[in-house]
């Protein structure tokens, strides 16, 4: 178990013994009262000259804070915690490779304390405040000169670029979730598996979007912002391509998984956060589960002028059929669409290799393997490859054929729902 807790706390700005010493109980959550207390804190500890600022749109620099707080980041400091009677402490769960490292850990909570960047003379405040549905929060930036503010954002930013983690984009019952995630592991260009032209066009597209001058964009005159929809059936290698852009491109990538809880508000949001992390990558996961009552709005925030200005936009689908024609149909949404399409039999031979099937058959079995799972996705063959390998460790043998044999079955009756003969329902009772 990991615990991470000062041995000296820092103390409260504003104390309910206080507020009942001078019958002020309705004020405990007064406003005024605790910015002043906080600005009269810093002036003690930091000196004077702290003003405040505000962030027009989105949550950089927060998640930023949450990020160096997970992370031990040693250049902010838990200088004050602001109310005595709100929680100050937060606790969650690691899971790790390392066993070593899994557990509950805890740490100062954003929300209710006063942090400190030293170096930047920058204070951020997460200040709760009362609303109709309990407590909300007010963000709070103060910094000493609006110098040390930029360089502070600039810091912040190159840190997490350097950090390599994912942006988590998930709509939920209460709002837009935000977090950044690990990579889980990388994957080289050299192992996705999919049509030579395709994916030479893919990835020249890619490279010129991030190319450090962006001389193609300017020499065309072409706006700074591309889009492409991915399509086809699951398990062809959509996911496994766009780790590989995230693997290998030195740029913030962010997933966005849509759901029935998407809305216009969390649609905005995630363009106003994507923005701010340009030129980054956005992948749209399950496009075609936009809701119904948003879709407007989605396709007119992909018109805006500026909306995409430095994000490449990626799409994808496993039915393109339930996708909104508008989607298509109009330039400056999505630029190409690319139907990624099961592999031919030599890019089944070569996955098949690639996977490690030559522990358990030779090249022969594997090259007529290739021949005879015509119409497999990748998935299907990575499956095809754990059933060998079980049927080796436990026959010591191999029998590829009729492994195929047994999964084209099994998919056949999943396509036509036949799962059961009648025999077999009968026995279960399901007749």
Not at 50 to 75: I, M
Not at 81 to 87: A, H, N, R, Y
Not at 121 to 131: C, D, E, Q
Request: with cysteine.
């Amino acid at each position: 178990m990991t615990i991470q807790l000062k041995a000296k706390e820092p103390p409260f700005i504003v104390r309910s013994d206080e507020a009942r010493d001078s019958c002020n109980e309705d004020n405990y959550f007064n406003y005024i009262a605790v910015v002043q207390a906080i600005l009269n804190f810093l002036k003690e500890k930091f000196g004077d000259g702290f003003r405040l600022y505000y962030q027009d749109d989105g949550n950089e620099v927060w998640n930023g804070l949450g990020e160096d707080l997970r992370n031990g980041y040693a250049g902010v400091e838990h200088a004050a915690s602001l109310f005595d009677l709100v929680e100050t402490s937060i606790f969650e769960y690691s899971s790790d490779a390392d066993p070593k490292r899994a557990g509950y850990a805890i740490r100062p909570a954003v929300r209710n304390n006063l942090f400190v960047y030293p170096q930047h003379s920058v204070a951020l405040a997460r200040i709760p405040r009362v609303t109709h549905h309990g407590l909300g929060y007010e963000d709070l930036i103060f910094c000493q000169s609006d110098v040390g503010l930029v360089h502070f954002l600039e810091e912040m930013r190159q840190r997490q670029l350097s950090d390599p983690k994912i942006t988590i984009f998930t709509d939920a019952s209460d709002g837009l979730e935000q977090t950044r995630e690990p990579v889980s592991y990388s994957v080289s260009r050299d192992e996705v598996f999919m049509e030579d032209t395709l994916k030479t066009q893919i990835y020249r597209s890619i490279d010129e979007f991030f190319s450090k001058d962006r001389a193609f964009f300017q020499t065309y005159k072409l706006p700074y912002k591309r889009g492409i929809l991915l399509y086809g059936k699951p398990g062809i290698g959509k996911t496994t391509l766009v780790k590989s852009i995230s693997s290998t491109m030195s740029a913030p990538v962010a997933y966005w998984q849509i759901t029935e809880h998407t809305s216009s508000g969390s649609i905005r949001e995630v363009f106003e956060t994507a923005a701010q992390m340009a030129p980054m990558v956005l992948v749209i996961e399950d496009i075609d589960s936009m809701p119904a009552s948003c879709r407007s709005y989605f396709l007119n925030t992909l018109d805006g002028a500026t909306s995409k200005e430095g994000i490449y936009l990626i799409g994808t689908t496993n039915y393109p059929e339930k996708i909104d024609p508008a989607l298509m149909n109009r330039a400056g949404r999505f630029d190409r669409a690319y139907e990624v399409k099961c592999p031919d039999e030599s890019l089944r031979g070569a996955y098949l290799t690639h996977i490690g099937m030559t522990r358990v058959a030779d090249e022969e079995a594997i090259a007529r393997a290739a021949r005879a799972t015509e119409g497999f996705t990748l998935a299907q063959l990575s499956e095809l490859y754990a059933s060998a390998a079980l049927q080796m460790h436990y026959e010591n043998e191999t029998d590829l054929e009729q492994l195929i044999a047994g999964m084209k079955s099994d998919y056949a009756k999943g396509r036509s729902r036949e799962w059961m003969t009648d025999e077999q329902s009968r026995k279960l009772g399901f007749m």
